[in-house]
């Protein structure tokens, strides 16, 4: 029956408690514990809960990725799918949705998609994605992203390069803030750092589908490519000689930033055309690798509107 999605968690609650505290069950039982599952499936689909903890299996291990076919990826959260949809680069294979989900990604049931639909239950996402990721009711099994050039940047004035930063959480926040301050890619390695997956895709919020995020084998050759391409590298150290406002030159800039903790590798440093850093009055004299980059793209892009 519809009418229960409306009640509120107060009541559920009490008729749940009333029920539990009862000696014997009747067919009411089943009734009000459907309720409270019901209820509590729709608060994970609208993200307010995370995903349901699977039961350990009979080994007495905790749950595990199931296996996953070759070139492809899982992606899932209203915003990322949204935006993979929107993508004519990105080549969907399926999508899981349950019907809340459906409604608040915008489409109409009998809608005709090239790639199949499966109206599905919250927990058999759970099953796939584990109990930490908060999927909202839908995931999308995809191919990987084209693979691009670094010479298809050249025209492209503000660009981002991370030297392995291996948090796909912080590399997702990136790509978001490189998105916002219309920087032109996200250049990384292809050793420690993180591939396109369910994690960064979330993090980044739909950014993964609006900026090209190239994976390429050798840093150092990267830059000097780079160079040749007319960018200024910028590599973002905090023993820098000179504030990053002041060494920001020329009209198309690639910013360099290491991973927390160790930063830019020697021979990072030694490939960049400069080295700058980010003057802080606070007490705190570091930041997060996702903010400083925010910062730092923030700084650029105000020289570049010059």
Not at 27 to 49: F, I, V
Not at 66 to 91: E, M
Not at 107 to 117: C, D, R
Request: aromatic share 4%; net charge neutral; hydrophobic share 40%.
């Amino acid at each position: 029956m519809a009418i229960h999605a409306y009640r509120s968690d107060q009541a559920i609650e009490k008729d749940y408690s009333d029920f539990m505290s009862k000696d014997s069950k009747t067919p009411k039982d089943t009734h009000y514990a459907t309720l409270r599952r019901a209820h509590r499936d729709q608060k994970r689909e609208r993200g307010e809960l995370p995903a349901a903890t699977p039961a350990r299996n009979k080994a007495g291990g905790d749950w595990k990725a199931p296996p996953q076919a070759p070139d492809t990826v899982w992606l899932y959260g209203l915003h990322t799918v949204k935006a993979a949809i929107a993508n004519p680069d990105r080549k969907i294979l399926k999508l899981m949705v349950t019907q809340n989900a459906l409604a608040r990604l915008e489409i109409a049931e009998g809608t005709e998609l090239p790639f199949p639909v499966e109206m599905v239950a919250p927990h058999d996402i759970d099953k796939l994605v584990g109990p930490d990721a908060i999927h909202q009711g839908v995931l999308i099994e995809a191919r990987p992203l084209p693979v691009r050039k670094l010479d298809s940047l050249k025209d492209k004035p503000l660009l981002l390069v991370l030297d392995q930063v291996t948090d796909p959480h912080n590399v997702g926040a990136i790509l978001r803030s490189a998105v916002a301050f219309d920087a032109g890619a996200v250049v990384t390695t292809e050793r420690h750092s993180p591939t396109e997956s369910g994690v960064m895709a979330k993090s980044a919020s739909g950014a993964l589908e609006l900026i090209p995020y190239i994976q390429i084998t050798n840093l150092a050759n990267a830059l000097e490519e780079l160079h040749q391409l007319g960018f200024q590298t910028i590599g973002l150290d905090s023993d820098g000689p000179e504030p990053l406002e002041s060494t920001l030159s020329g009209k198309k800039i690639a910013l360099v930033l290491g991973a927390e903790g160790k930063g830019l590798r020697q021979k990072t440093q030694a490939t960049c055309n400069n080295l700058a850093r980010m003057d802080m009055p606070g007490a705190i004299k570091s930041l997060n690798v996702s903010n400083a980059a925010a910062i730092a793209l923030y700084a650029t892009r105000s020289y570049l509107a010059r």
